[in-house]
């Protein structure tokens, strides 16, 4: 293996072309080379006989068989990556992490990702000065109706319409203090017990 899988290190069980498993030495400098794979492929002669112009046969041989090559350890580093994956799935099990706390951690890293990014900044800041705009303008806008108001209050039709409510408070009000029945009395009125006032 390169040197830029570090992460693979010791033996592993791999699958072979037989349906059995095969045992590798990952440190071993034949690593990826199973004797089995790929060995007994049929190839499509349609495909054989079609060369690529400028390749000799024997440079096309070279180019298949370095492709098979390639093509095996890929297989084996699929192998390899899914028995990491199965050891990694069963010790977060033993450590009782779930599947939940990695997404959770997943999506915590991503939404700092997206703090931290620039875009995020700039919008931020954008939508930072658009509040501070809105907000002076409904204060100018609050500071205009409390003034029209304060206009309207000193204007001869207000003060005629406060008369108005004023006159009909005055008879609702007299009108109650007025009355014989005892029901609309905040005292009570007359000799009538509270019991008699009751509404059940």
């Not at 370095?66 to 192998?79: C, P």
């Not at 029209?148 to 408070?169: H, P, Q, Y």
């Amino acid at each position: 293996m390169p040197a830029a899988l570090p992460w693979i290190a010791g033996d592993a069980r791999v699958g072979n072309s037989r349906g059995g498993l095969s045992d590798i030495n990952l440190n071993s400098p034949n690593k990826g080379l199973l004797a089995d794979a790929m060995t007994d492929v049929p190839v499509d002669n349609a495909a054989r006989s079609a060369a690529p112009e400028g390749l000799t046969l024997a440079e096309e041989e070279e180019l298949r068989s370095e492709l098979a090559k390639v093509e095996e350890e890929i297989g084996t580093l699929r192998q390899v990556l899914a028995a990491k994956e199965r050891h990694c799935g069963e010790l977060k099990r033993k450590l009782g992490l779930t599947p939940l706390d990695g997404l959770k951690q997943n999506l915590s890293k991503s939404w700092h990702d997206v703090q931290v990014s620039n875009a995020y900044k700039k919008t931020q800041e954008t939508l930072s000065q658009a509040g501070q705009k809105t907000s002076a303008a409904l204060s100018n806008v609050g500071s205009v109706i409390s003034r029209k108001l304060g206009d309207m209050r000193n204007s001869a039709t207000f003060k005629s319409f406060e008369d108005r409510v004023g006159t009909i408070k005055n008879r609702v009000v007299g009108s109650r203090e007025n009355s014989t029945d005892g029901l609309h009395s905040p005292s009570g009125a007359g000799d009538k017990s509270p019991q008699d006032n009751a509404p059940f």
